[in-house]
């Protein structure tokens, strides 16, 4: 595989330290609020990726973070700490936030599809791993105490800007909106490894340390969970692209400061989903989070298959119309899977075998999704029977994770028993089986005869949105997606 490498930023053949094994870690949620469609971008494509790696015969070893605490509002050490915020806004506790929308973004996460990573880490666990690696710095001279705080020291460090693209200048702590001057660093790039003293309000968890009672920065928490369940080589590190800096810049500095040696050898950043209004966040423009896309007649998996549809480097501009677009065209793979007959003679493993190889040697380029997508069409109109068809597709599903063949045997399913849900007033409704749909037309259906045509046309305009399309009967009406 080839994949671009943010830390060389050059497209390179993806190795590992271990032959044939993958140690991955995934920055995890930060559990004060429900993830955004923009976060879960990013989860979609490691997802993507950690299922390609293990396609092309890799063991993957896959570690991710819960950011339970330390977390400030700003990326930098200044700002209020997120979960505390998070508890104030609700009225709980910090862990009963941590706790609830842990479990809300792994249920994104099941919607979507997302595998749960081998292991699942909350940072609270690990405040011992911390600890020792806080120390080991301050005894190689790496870190010191200033004000209560220990700080990592970045002139230590032959070079700091590991992922280039930013200006010096509009990193100048300070000058950004907002963000005061720490006095006790001693550079301006220094950054908190354990907090016992912050200028704003103390949050509720701390930890007795050798420094006095506090807690972890967040930068520490990515490098003490992934050297304890990844080991002392890390072979991919991946994350939304606004964690490059200061995050990710911190965890190098602090990890190989630590260990002595080159730490991880890839980078893989994924890009912003933006709105029209540029990009997404929790506090601007309306909150887009899965449960809404539900709320509005949206399929999660049709989310992904908009994800999938655009490469993980450019950033994707999320709108309801490019939604909706992005549902009509999975339904509709959907349902030319569907016309597929699994009786259809036997299956022939020379062709599977071919196909995997060219998805493999496609995706491999720069995990280029679209192109895994655009494979799915040309089996679909590949020379080959229905099993064959149906067993390819099987195959690639296993990395692109669309619910292919179990969402197309439903529709075939729901077709063999074509469904008439009828209303009162011996109104026949004739769908896809859907009862959700079939209340919302038979609503339409009395709203007509009531003479309500503004509510009869209102309701039709929604299921319009939804991708469905409505035609009148002599008996009632018919349904069906387009
Ligand atoms: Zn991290």
Not at 183 to 192: E, G, I, S, T
Not at 458 to 478: F, H, P, S, W, Y
Request: hydrophobic letters at 35%; glycine letters at 8%.
């Amino acid at each position: 595989m080839y994949l671009y490498n943010s830390a060389t930023r050059k497209k390179e053949e993806f190795t590992t330290h271990t032959p044939g094994h993958v140690e991955m870690y995934t920055c995890g949620p930060t559990v004060y609020h429900y993830a955004h469609i923009g976060n879960l971008r990013s989860y979609i494509m490691e997802d993507v990726l950690e299922k390609y790696l293990r396609f092309a015969g890799y063991d993957v070893n896959r570690v991710m973070n819960i950011t339970d605490v330390g977390h400030l509002a700003s990326d930098a050490d200044t700002g209020e700490d997120k979960m505390l915020k998070g508890a104030k806004r609700e009225h709980k506790t910090v862990m009963e936030i941590a706790k609830f929308y842990t479990d809300a973004f792994f249920e994104d996460c099941e919607k979507l599809n997302i595998k749960t990573p081998d292991v699942v880490e909350p940072a609270t666990n690990c405040i011992d791993e911390y600890i020792k690696i806080v120390s080991t710095l301050i005894e190689k001279g790496r870190a010191y105490v200033a004000g209560g705080n220990v700080y990592f020291d970045t002139s230590t460090l032959d070079r700091y800007y590991i992922f280039n693209d930013h200006d010096e200048e509009d990193l100048a702590v300070g000058v950004r909106e907002g963000v005061e001057e720490d006095l006790n660093k001693r550079n301006k790039n220094d950054f908190v490894l354990w907090f016992t003293k912050s200028k704003f309000e103390d949050q509720a968890l701390k930890w007795d340390s050798p420094w006095g009672v506090g807690y972890p920065g967040w930068h520490i928490e990515c490098t003490g969970i992934s050297l304890k369940h990844n080991g002392e080589y890390l072979d991919l590190h991946c994350g939304g692209i606004d964690n490059a800096f200061p995050h990710h810049t911190n965890e190098i500095a602090q990890s190989e400061a630590y260990l002595g040696h080159p730490w991880c050898k890839q980078w893989f950043h994924v890009h912003h989903l933006n709105t029209g209004s540029g990009k997404m966040s929790k506090s601007k423009g309306e909150f887009l989070t899965i449960s809404l896309l539900e709320e509005k007649g949206y399929d999660p998996l049709s989310y992904r298959f908009f994800c999938l549809q655009s490469h993980y480097r450019k950033a994707l501009v999320f709108s309801w119309e490019n939604l909706t677009n992005a549902q009509g065209a999975y339904q509709k793979l959907i349902r030319r899977i569907a016309a597929l007959d699994p009786g259809d003679g036997d299956t022939d493993a020379a062709v599977v075998e071919d196909y995997k190889e060219k998805f493999l040697a496609q995706v491999g380029n720069d995990l280029n999704t679209s192109m895994g997508v655009t494979l799915l069409y040309d089996v679909l109109k590949a020379p080959a029977n229905g099993a064959t068809r149906l067993a390819v597709l099987d195959e690639l599903d296993q990395v692109l994770s669309l619910s292919l063949l179990t969402k197309a045997a439903a529709l075939r399913q729901a077709e063999a028993a074509r469904s008439t849900a009828s209303g009162a007033d011996g109104c026949v409704i004739t769908g896809e089986g859907d009862p959700a749909v079939d209340a919302m037309v038979l609503a339409r259906w009395h709203a007509k005869k009531a003479k309500n045509f503004q509510e009869a046309d209102r309701i039709r305009d929604e299921l319009k949105a939804m991708g469905v399309e409505v035609t009148d009967t002599r008996e009632g009406a018919a349904w069906r997606r387009v």
